[in-house]
């Protein structure tokens, strides 16, 4: 159970099941601190979890029953976008290094990025419904500032023109229409 922070108290750390191996990453970086947190655990299977959420044992233990070492669990992203969001990822650590790791060179969208990766390697996602965890942020899915949304935006549709870029141009029309 891998947890990047940089809050000191976190809802997450104190709701995992005691037994569960416990990795607190606060590295400069929400992507190098998930590629730390996975290079440090003993274990093949992998959580990554947000350090806002309560950790949901009984949705991990049934979702890890139902994987292999291709497929990628996260929480269902926000319309329009078809892939998962970073505040839950479980996957094995084979995939991890088969698609390379989380791109430490962004702070944001590495979530995103790393599961349209999985996708390209042929590997499969598995949607989780973000309503099973309890999130204590606000939970809008438009957070970002226009600037770095649009950076974001941009990021994605360069590494990931065919996949990414029709779902840019749908978020980019849908912010035009309001």
């Keep these: 159970m891998i947890v990047p922070t940089i809050r000191e108290d ?3 750390f104190d709701t995992i099941p005691s037994e569960a191996e416990r990795i607190i990453r606060r590295d400069e970086g ?3 601190a998930r590629n730390a947190g996975v ?8 959580v ?14 049934e979702t890890l029953d139902r994987l292999d070492d291709w497929t990628l669990a996260g929480l269902r992203d926000f319309e329009p976008l078809r892939w998962v ?3 839950l990822l479980i996957f094995h650590r084979n995939l991890w290094e088969r698609v390379g790791g989380f791109d430490e060179s962004r702070h944001h969208g590495g979530d995103t990025d ?4 999985v996708e390209k390697a042929g590997g499969r996602i598995y ?19 226009p ?10 549709t360069r590494r990931h023109p065919r996949r990414f870029g029709p779902v840019a141009v749908r978020i980019v029309l849908g912010r035009l229409r309001r």
Excluded: C, K, Q
């Excluded at 990554?48 to 233990?61: C, H, K, L, R």
């Excluded at 790393?114 to 990766?117: L, V």
């Excluded at 949304?149 to 990021?155: K, P, T």
């Design 10 to 12: 976190n809802v997450t």
């Design 85 to 87: 969001i970073g505040r």
């Design 114 to 117: 790393f599961a349209i990766r």
């Design 127 to 145: 949607h989780l419904d973000r309503d099973a965890v309890p999130h204590h942020d606000v939970d809008t899915g438009e957070s970002m500032a």
């Design 30 to 32: 929400l992507n190098v």
């Design 48 to 61: 990554i979890a947000d350090d806002d959420i309560e950790f949901p044992t009984e949705t991990v233990a």
């Design 147 to 156: 600037l770095a949304h649009l950076e974001w935006l941009l990021y994605l």
């Design 39 to 46: 290079r440090s655990a003993t274990n093949d299977w992998i």
